[in-house]
C-alpha cells in the first residue's frame, strides 16, 4: 500500500510538471482513474515512468531488483518498455546493462535487437558495440536472421547493426560465423561497409584462408563495394603469408580494374609482383603510373632497387638508384645495401665494394649490416680470408658480423678458425647470442 502511494505521489508529480494544457484536478482524477481496481495501470508505462523518474532523481542509484522484477522475467515487457524509453537512448542502456546483471533474467535475441536499433539509430556507437558483444557472448546469432530475414527494424539501421555484428564476429575471430554472415548480407541485400569488408580480409589472411579471402573480394566488387588501398594491402599480404605466390598476379590484375590507384596502391602492388617474382608486370605497372602521372616517392625508388637487386637485375637496379638521386631524395643504406647484395649474390665483389665507396662518397656510412652482408657473401663464396680481413677492417662489429663468419667456418669445416673467432668476440666484450652457440 505504502509502495502505491509513493508511485502515485511519483507519478502526480511527473504529470504535473509535464502537463501546460490540463488543469490540476484533471491530472489528479486522470490518476486516480488509473488506480482504480477496475482499471489497471498500463504496465509498460508504468515501469518506463519508473526507470525515468528514478533515473532523474539519482542517476547513480542502483534499480531495484523487486520493483522491476516482471522485466526481468517478461521479454516482451522489457521491448515494449525499451520501446517507451527510446527518447533517452542512455537510460534504456544502463538500464539494459543493469538488467544483465540480475540473475533470473530471461534473455531475448528480440530485446538485444530492440535495444541495438535505439542506441545506433541516436549514434551512441561504443554502447552499440557493448550490446553487440553481449549479445554475441550468449551464442544469439539469431540476431543476422531477426534483422536480415524477417525486418524487425529500418534497413539502413539494419545495416549498421548488421556491420556491428560482422565486426564483433571479426574481433572475437570467429571465422565461421564471418563468412556465414557476410553471405546472408550480400545475399540480401544489404551492403557491408568496406572498412567491415577489410577487417574480414584481414582475419581470413592471419588464418591463411587464400581461397575464402578471394571469394569474399569477388563478392564485395561484385555487390559495388569499392576496394581501397587497405583492401589491396590485405589480399596480397595474404598471399604472402600463405605462401602462395601463385594468385598474385591474378589478385594485381583484379586491383588494377576496381581499385583508383594511388601512389601507395602502386608500390604495394610493385613489391607483390617483386616478391612473385613477376618483372614483367612490375613494368606494366610503371607504364600505367606514368600514364596516370603518379609521381613516384622515396619508397617507390627503395621497392625498385630492392627488387630488380633481388632478382639479380643490376643495370635496372642502378638505373633507378641513379634516378632516385638525381629527383632530390635522400639517399640511405636502404638504397645501398641491396646494391651491394645484389652483386654480392652473383660473385661480383669488386663491384659490391664500388658501392661501398659511392655510399661513403654521398656521406651514407656503411653499418654493421651493409658489411654483414658482404661477409656472408665471401664465405659462400669459400673467399674465408677475404671475409677475415673484412670483419678485422669493420670499426664497430656486432654479433651478427661474428656470427655470419663462424657460422662459414663451420660449414666449411674449419672448427678451430670459428674457436679462435668466438674468443675474439668474447675479448671485444660483445654479448654472444643464442646464435653464437
Known amino acids: 500500500m505504502i509502495l502505491c502511494l509513493r508511485l502515485c505521489r511519483r507519478a502526480s508529480r511527473s504529470f504535473s510538471s509535464t502537463s501546460t494544457s490540463t488543469s490540476n484536478t484533471s491530472s489528479l482524477s486522470k490518476l486516480r482513474f488509473l488506480f482504480l481496481p477496475s482499471s489497471p495501470p498500463n504496465p ?6 519508473l526507470i525515468l523518474t528514478s533515473h532523474s532523481f539519482n542517476p ?3 534499480w531495484s531488483p523487486h520493483q522491476f522484477h516482471p522485466l526481468v522475467t517478461d521479454p516482451d515487457l522489457l521491448i515494449r518498455v525499451l520501446n517507451m524509453i527510446r527518447e533517452k537512448p542512455e537510460i534504456a542502456f544502463h538500464f539494459f546493462k543493469w538488467l544483465q546483471s540480475q540473475r533470473d533474467l530471461k534473455q531475448s535475441s528480440l530485446a538485444f535487437a530492440a535495444l541495438l536499433e535505439i542506441l545506433v539509430e541516436n549514434d ?4 552499440a558495440r557493448w550490446v553487440a558483444e553481449r549479445s554475441i557472448d550468449l551464442g544469439m546469432h539469431e540476431i543476422y536472421d531477426l534483422l536480415i530475414e524477417k525486418s524487425v527494424v529500418d534497413k539502413v539501421i539494419a545495416c549498421k547493426i548488421l556491420d556491428l555484428l560482422l565486426w564483433v564476429y571479426t574481433k572475437k575471430s570467429m571465422v565461421k560465423h564471418c563468412l556465414l554472415s557476410f553471405e546472408k548480407m550480400i545475399s540480401k541485400g544489404f551492403s557491408p561497409s568496406v572498412r567491415i569488408c ?4 584481414r582475419l581470413l589472411r592471419d588464418k591463411k584462408m587464400v581461397n575464402e579471402a ?3 573480394y569477388r563478392k564485395m566488387v561484385g555487390h559495388g563495394i569499392t576496394p581501397t588501398v587497405v583492401t589491396v594491402n590485405t589480399m596480397l599480404d595474404t598471399c604472402f603469408k600463405a605462401g602462395d605466390l601463385v594468385k598474385v598476379p591474378e589478385i594485381v ?3 588494377e580494374r576496381e581499385v583508383v590507384p594511388n601512389v601507395i596502391t602502386f608500390n604495394t602492388m610493385l613489391d607483390s609482383c617483386f616478391k612473385a617474382g613477376d618483372l614483367r608486370r612490375v613494368a606494366k605497372i610503371l607504364s600505367e603510373m606514368e600514364r596516370r602521372e603518379v609521381d613516384a616517392t622515396e619508397v617507390t625508388y627503395n621497392i625498385l632497387i630492392n ?3 633481388k632478382n639479380g637485375k643490376m643495370e635496372e ?3 633507378f638508384h641513379g634516378d632516385m638521386r638525381r629527383s632530390g631524395f635522400p639517399v640511405t643504406t636502404y638504397s645501398f645495401n641491396p646494391l651491394i647484395e645484389g652483386y654480392c649474390k652473383q660473385g661480383l665483389f669488386d663491384e659490391a665494394w664500388e658501392v661501398v665507396e659511392l655510399m661513403l662518397d654521398a656521406g651514407v656510412s656503411p653499418t654493421a649490416s651493409t658489411y654483414n652482408i658482404y661477409i656472408r657473401a665471401l664465405w659462400e663464396f669459400r673467399r674465408t680470408d677475404d671475409a677475415r680481413r673484412v670483419l678485422l677492417g669493420m670499426a664497430a662489429p656486432d654479433v651478427v658480423s661474428y656470427n655470419t663468419l663462424m657460422h662459414g667456418y663451420v660449414k666449411l669445416g674449419k672448427i678451430r678458425e670459428a674457436f679462435l673467432l668466438f674468443g675474439e668476440l668474447i675479448v671485444r666484450n660483445i654479448p654472444p647470442s643464442v646464435v653464437t652457440y
Open 307 to 309: 627488387g630488380f637487386s
Open 253 to 255: 590484375s583484379e586491383m
Open 198 to 201: 577489410n577487417l574480414v580480409l
Open 44 to 49: 509498460e508505462s508504468h515501469y518506463a515512468h
Open 317 to 319: 637496379a642502378r638505373r
Open 124 to 127: 551512441l556507437m561504443s554502447k
Open 214 to 216: 578471394q571469394e569474399v
Open 60 to 62: 547513480n542509484r542502483k
